[in-house]
């Protein structure tokens, strides 16, 4: 079986039925290629160039495995002047063709929403990046940082892609242009410039030679320290990186760093892990990059899964962006306060490393700003007051001096500026639970070694808790006192044999 038939990346459908006219006999979780490729030799669906050959670019196209109503093929079909369509017969086969809301599908396949603009915000250069261009094709908008636009090609056109301007240029060359040269000798001359982001369209796209020209000419220049690679080709067609080639030209330059494009956990597939491991083996990093997309990820669930998911192939999630105000992209784009509660449930509840940092890429030129909820709720000349995932609010003294407030009597938040506690601990918490089991547990393990001189004790198996020592264990927390209970009806049962000599 191919990798193709053994990806375990979809959720449970809600009935079987038939895909395209074929009876799914495989249990969900199992995705095959769409019946119009079933029978292609794994040989040919492993080749990007036989991928990129048989890619679907048109509505015509698009018609023969996905429903539309004659109104959505009438907008379709008006939306093919303004952007370009391709979508990687791999790609495609992981869009559930009977889900027009499949998340896989609202990134590839147009929408007649792309037609709307209602609150008139949307823009063709959201982030003037063509403003802070000195040269052709390079931004230079962070003092150590430039942006290299190498091509307008990708090997699929995302739907809500912020550069759609210049990927709707139609046509492409193989030759090093001026232009080219232009933007090599600009980063060659500010040696301010410490880390170059070839981007695109998607760079790996490039014939190889071409290519080349620009990672070797960049990793060159001795003040360049890092050579980013923007690119979407480990998610909308790996098999481009099956090219040894490709991957040797890459690693060579030492200085590369891979910034990939996952959204959505089902485009983390065998095939998807396989590059990502290629790269990292050959010494390149690997940083992902994810946008915040309606009816895609916008959704706690998704997003920890998401994020779970690129740790496991040894990803790091890098940036999370708010979608852009670019043409045709509105209807992916959620509000703010949704991304800030997306953050609120990864921040604590997940490792560190599956956390990216929420940004919005601001609009005149002003660059990535970071949003994240507020963890600091309060502030005095002596301390500041911090909150935890869990709701729990910390006094912290940054600075080792004597305390300059004199007390007074007060509550909440202010109790803690005022230096006569230290915390207010949420109740019932998962930890604090924890907590009380340990203390449980513990207190079983003294009274094991003591003798067996409280015989009420050991016939109930619950050892005694003097008064000035709360359980903290109320009646709504059956489940708590249950497994507490068991932990001493242990220890009282050891002791019992000890005892008795058993």
């Known amino acids: 079986m191919s990798e193709s038939d053994q990806r375990a990346a979809l959720p449970p459908r809600a009935s079987q039925g038939h895909v395209l006219g074929v009876e799914e006999e495989e249990p969900p979780g199992s995705p095959k290629r769409w019946p119009c490729w079933k029978d292609v030799p794994d040989e040919l669906w492993n080749d990007w160039r036989w991928q990129s050959q048989n890619a679907i670019r048109s509505?015509?196209?698009?018609?023969?495995?996905?429903s539309f109503t004659d109104e959505e093929i009438s907008a379709l079909e008006a939306l093919e002047t303004e952007y370009k369509l391709a979508i990687p017969p791999y790609y495609a086969s992981l869009i559930h063709p009977d889900d027009p809301h499949d998340p896989i599908r609202l990134q590839a396949v147009p929408s007649p929403r792309e037609c709307e603009n209602p609150s008139g915000y949307e823009l063709e250069d959201p982030l003037e990046e063509d403003k802070d261009m000195p040269v052709p094709g390079l931004t230079h908008r962070y003092p150590d940082r430039?942006?290299?636009?190498?091509?307008?090609?990708?090997?699929?056109?995302?739907?809500?892609?912020?550069?759609?301007?210049?990927?709707?240029v139609r046509g492409g060359w193989d030759a090093i242009s001026r232009d080219d040269e232009r933007m090599i000798e600009y980063i060659r001359e500010h040696p301010e410039i410490r880390?170059?982001?070839?981007?695109?369209?998607?760079?790996?796209?490039?014939?190889?030679?071409r290519l080349r020209f620009f990672v070797e000419s960049v990793a060159a220049i001795p003040h360049v320290d890092v050579v980013r690679i923007g690119t979407r080709v480990p998610v909308t067609l790996p098999m481009r990186l099956y090219d040894q080639e490709l991957v040797d030209l890459l690693a060579s330059a030492e200085k590369v760093w891979i910034q990939t494009h996952f959204n959505h956990p089902r485009e983390i597939t065998p095939e998807a892990a396989r590059v990502c491991k290629t790269l990292l083996r050959a010494g390149m990093p690997v940083n992902n990059h994810t946008v915040l997309l309606k009816g895609v990820n916008d959704s706690l669930e998704t997003m920890r899964s998401l994020m779970r998911a690129l740790l496991r192939i040894k990803v790091r999630p890098y940036y999370l962006f708010h979608c852009d105000p670019v043409m045709g992209a509105g209807h992916f784009r959620t509000s703010i306060w949704k991304g800030l509660e997306?953050?609120?449930?990864?921040?604590?509840?997940?490792?560190?490393?599956?956390?990216?940092?929420?940004v919005v890429d601001s609009p005149h030129g002003g660059g990535k700003i970071p949003l994240m909820p507020n963890y600091l709720v309060s502030a005095s000349d002596d301390s500041v007051v911090l909150r935890n995932y869990e709701g729990m609010l910390i006094r912290y003294q940054a600075e080792d001096k004597p305390a300059t407030i004199k007390p007074t009597a007060t509550r909440g938040v202010s109790l803690l500026l005022q230096g006569t506690k230290t915390a207010l601990v949420p109740e019932n918490t998962e930890r604090m639970k924890r907590r009380r089991l340990i203390v449980l547990a513990n207190k079983a393990k003294a009274n094991e070694s003591c003798d067996s001189s409280r015989p009420a004790?050991?016939?109930?198996?619950?050892?005694?808790?003097?008064?000035?020592?709360?359980?903290?264990?109320?009646d709504k927390e059956p489940v708590v006192v249950a497994v507490a209970a068991a932990v001493a009806t242990k220890a009282a049962t050891r002791?019992?044999?000890?005892?008795?000599?058993?």
């Open 457 to 474: 004790a050991l016939a109930s198996g619950v050892p005694p808790v003097p008064p000035s020592e709360p359980t903290g264990l109320p």
């Open 195 to 209: 880390d170059v982001i070839l981007s695109g369209g998607d760079p790996l796209t490039l014939p190889l030679p």
């Open 146 to 168: 430039a942006l290299v636009v190498t091509t307008h090609v990708c090997t699929m056109y995302c739907r809500f892609c912020t550069r759609k301007r210049a990927t709707m």
């Open 495 to 502: 002791r019992r044999k000890k005892v008795s000599g058993g």
């Open 342 to 358: 997306i953050m609120e449930g990864l921040r604590g509840h997940m490792s560190g490393l599956g956390i990216p940092t929420y």
């Open 59 to 66: 509505v015509r196209q698009l018609r023969r495995f996905l």
